[in-house]
């Protein structure tokens, strides 16, 4: 029987900040060529595995499917935050999950890189399923780290042992008196079970919760395999993670200590470690020119000319530089600040990702706005108006087809058109290459919720 992928695509943004935003979070940045959801993806796909399912919420489902528009894959998708053990049930209630299959839980912003060994013991545990087993795979500490919890396991067999307690985030003087002691394993936050042990540990430790995710689960929308949980029953469920909801209150609980390696991308260092180097040990992004500098992370949209540097950490995006030592990076305890004093840079970038392509906000002043439109290839934008604003386009690069009320008018390079308030309008690339146009907007409110959406491809109308 083939093992079910459920990945878990949450997340704040914050520690890997201002990479990371709360509208792009960590499993969308780019390691080692691919996203860590991609990663994700590739650590559960192969002729061992049945279509992996994803579950998120609504502010990160277009970038999902742009992530997975070459796979197969079904999409749960939250209304609202609710944390990981609504999340986790919603998807095993699926009616194509068979009773008895295997099912393998993980995030989608860690790094396994031996991915083989990683599939092959995940084979291997499966055949010790029965009705009462959920496996979590603990890693075996090197050093003592005080972002993860701890597992305290005594053996059982050769493959895996029982789970005798749970040990929240310590601070560094128990970590220290943890990494001592053989049978603690950091907790990975990935779980084998099956759909019958875990419906059977949500209805007894969690009743109401698992009947409030039933209810949303019968009352979504599904369309085109993405499944949109009914907010009616789901927001009335308290925020829970599985950890606290289940694993920390049954009595079935085994850990196996994985076997490949393992990496929670939660730090800049981290990033670090895991990304090609140059034989000075600097990762390097972007048109940088440097000179005597070792040990350090650069990346930038501009150019940067380093000189006489060690440990370093610069990343330098269109609205914000951050600067720090690599080593003694404290965003953790800065970021709030960071979130108070400038919001806008924690919560998104200035380019936007969109089903038909992109937009960048270019200059932001008073009643008026500039953006650069990236159409790409086949990409239609909504039969859309504004209630409030008006729009004038300049084509720069690439042909348009623009509908402006009942007209459809062709722009060439350099021809422009103006959008009048309230006028029903779209955009469309019907050309092989990509469409650029830079947007100037006016108008009392130009926020992204002044959009009427009359007709939509991708299902936002």
Partial sequence: ??????????????????????????????????????????????????TITICSNSNFLDKIKEETKDI???????PDKKNTAAAILAAINDDDLLFYQPIIIISS?????????????????????????????????????????????KKINNNFNKVIKFVEKPNLNKAQKLIKNKNYLWNSGMFLSNKSVLLNEYS???????????DSYVNAKSTNNIIELDNKYYSKIKSISFDHAILEK???????????????????????????????????????????????????NRTIVASNLKNILAVDNNDVLYLSDLRNNDLK???????????????????TQRPWGQFTNIFVGKNFQVKELVVKSGGILSLQ?????????????????????????????????????????????????ILKIIEVQTGSYLGEDDIVRIKDIYGRA
């Fill in 333 to 351: 305890s800065l970021y709030p600040l960071i979130s108070k004093k400038f919001p806008k840079i924690t919560d998104q970038h200035t380019t």
């Fill in 109 to 153: 912003d860690h790094i396994i890189q031996k991915k083989i060994i990683f599939q092959k013991q995940i084979k291997k545990l499966s055949k010790y399923l029965d009705m009462r087993k959920i496996f979590i795979f603990g890693v075996k500490p090197d050093y003592p780290e005080t972002g993860y919890g701890y597992l305290y396991s």
């Fill in 204 to 214: 007894i430790l969690q009743t109401k919760l698992a009947l409030q995710v039933c």
């Fill in 250 to 300: 049954s009595k079935n609980i085994f850990s196996a200590k994985l076997l490949s390696d393992w990496k929670d991308v939660g730090s800049w260092l981290q990033k670090w470690e895991i990304e090609k180097k140059d034989k000075d040990k600097n990762y390097i992004k972007g048109n940088v020119l440097k000179n005597n500098v070792q040990n350090s992370y650069i990346s930038s």
């Fill in 1 to 50: 029987m083939k093992i079910k992928p459920i990945i878990l695509c949450g997340g704040e943004g914050t520690r890997l900040w201002p990479e990371s935003r709360k509208k792009h979070p960590k499993q969308f940045i780019k390691i080692n060529g691919k996203s860590l959801l991609k990663h994700a993806i590739d650590r559960v796909s192969g002729a061992n595995f049945d």
């Fill in 72 to 78: 197969n894959c079904k999409i749960y998708v939250e």
């Fill in 385 to 433: 108006k504004h209630k409030y604003r008006s729009e004038n386009w300049v084509v720069v690069e690439g042909k348009a087809n623009i509908t402006l009320n009942k007209k459809n008018i062709i722009l060439q390079k350099s021809d422009s058109i103006f959008i009048p308030q309230g006028a029903v309008h779209r955009i469309q690339n019907r050309e092989k290459s």
